[in-house]
Nanobody, 131 residues
């Protein structure tokens, strides 16, 4: 059974940092691409980052490229999203998602922004940026 459990969300002041974690079970990280998505209040789900199964290659969306990084701990089967210099626009629910099949968007251009390409999802963790 595949499960993904996010943690690490919370309330942070503008300019602060958070590190989100995604605990993965049901497969190892070298078997799946893990992606991070977020949904702002009243908004749509957008992809922010992902890390590949082979070699742990990371891709960060241009909108957060200078502030977010993603990494993984193969020994513990955890994936992380480090978020720095947070602003109110980063408020939302953050999800990790996984696929064991390389998505077409990744094959074409190492993109990971299409939610329909990821069949496994966690329940999300809430991030609020406010003073």
């Amino acid at each position: 059974q595949v499960t993904l459990v996010e943690s690490g969300g919370g309330l942070v002041q503008p300019g602060g940092s958070l590190r989100l974690s995604c605990a993965v079970s049901g497969f190892t990280l070298d078997e799946a691409i893990i992606a991070w998505f977020r949904r702002a209040p009243g908004g749509t789900i957008e992809g922010v980052a992902c890390i590949s199964e082979r070699h742990g290659i990371a891709n960060i969306d241009a909108s957060v490229k200078d502030r977010f990084t993603t990494s993984r701990d193969n020994a513990n089967n955890d994936v992380y999203l480090q978020m720095d210099n947070l602003g109110p626009e980063d408020t939302g629910v953050y999800y990790c998602a996984a696929t064991q099949i390389r998505p077409p968007s990744w094959i074409r251009s190492r993109q990971c922004h299409l939610r329909q390409e990821y069949p496994f999802w966690g329940l999300g963790t809430l991030v609020i940026i406010s003073s």
